[in-house]
């Protein structure tokens, strides 16, 4: 478990809502880090470089990083970062799930990404509510020159996405440990490197229940893999319905597909909200 930051939950959320990001310094330990990157190290020099012009051709980036590293799961389940999160997200669904877990590797040479919003990889209509919140974790120093993320303050909600400009953006410089956050609706992008080393990260990423996530969590992690995680770690990645009956198995939740003894046939299980739970009820009461 990591210690506690310097940064509360109740503070960070108030910047997040302010600003649209805020970092966290000292999250986690730095044997957390170094661990993790001893996990990482292989998988990163396997990885080819992506391809496209938003992912980056000089750019290598993986995902399931739960079942390659155990030493994820202090990331993912950090008690501040799930605190925040329900805290912006929690008005506008039953329950959060892991959207992306995915590590990053920008090497020399690779140009500036283009400055986006990753709520818009959902077509629903914007500056209602946040869709998600992200956390980058740096593996190493992220600095000007070797592609730090760039941040614009200001232009998450819907003051933000009715700006015209998106304004200077600030760098997130700082060290591996700290917890780079920030919205669904904040403009960001990586910086270019221009230095000698790569830069990695981590980027763990928590959103609406309701929605398609940008990881297919069940691919990544099914059943024999998901079956060794702890019932807060596994329902988060998937398994676990979203009320009314969404991401449901044969009518029940998908954590049957966890135990030891699963039936042969399965029968369904209402799995509604409280308000509905009531329509119905009183439906049923005139109804007789």
């Not at 000292?26 to 992506?50: E, R, W």
């Not at 605190?83 to 329950?95: F, N, S, T």
Request: with cysteine; proline share 8%.
């Amino acid at each position: 478990m990591s210690r506690p930051p310097f940064m509360s939950a109740n503070r960070a959320t108030e910047k997040l809502l302010e600003q649209g990001y805020c970092i966290i310094p000292d999250a986690v330990p730095a044997q957390v880090i170094a661990s993790l990157v001893h996990d990482l190290d292989p998988v990163f020099y396997a990885t080819p470089f992506g391809q496209g012009r938003f992912y980056g051709y000089k750019t290598k980036r993986f995902g399931s990083l739960l079942r390659r590293s155990r030493h994820i799961e202090a990331l993912v389940m950090h008690p501040v970062i799930l605190e925040v999160a329900k805290a912006i997200l929690g008005d506008a669904c039953d329950r959060l799930q892991l959207n992306v877990a995915q590590a990053i590797e920008i090497h020399p040479g690779e140009v500036r990404q283009f400055p986006h919003r990753d709520h818009d990889m959902w077509a629903g209509v914007k500056g209602l509510h946040e869709y998600l919140i992200n956390v980058i974790w740096p593996l190493t120093p992220f600095t000007p020159i070797n592609g730090a993320t760039q941040i614009y303050p200001g232009s998450h909600g819907a003051a933000g996405l009715a700006r015209e400009c998106l304004g200077e953006p600030i760098i997130a410089q700082c060290e591996p440990g700290s917890a780079i956050c920030f919205l669904g609706s904040t403009a960001h992008g990586a910086g270019a490197n221009a230095g000698s080393g790569v830069r990695r990260a981590v980027v763990i990423g928590y959103s609406l229940g309701w929605l398609k996530p940008y990881e297919n969590q069940w691919l990544a992690y099914p059943p024999e893999v998901a079956r060794e995680f702890p019932p807060e770690l596994a329902a988060l990645a998937g398994y676990a319905q979203h009320r009314p009956n969404l991401g449901n198995y044969e009518g029940q939740c998908p954590s049957i597909l966890l135990s030891s003894d699963i039936p042969d046939h399965i029968g369904a299980i209402d799995a509604l909200r409280p308000d509905q739970e009531a329509m119905l009820r009183g439906f049923a009461e005139t109804s007789t």
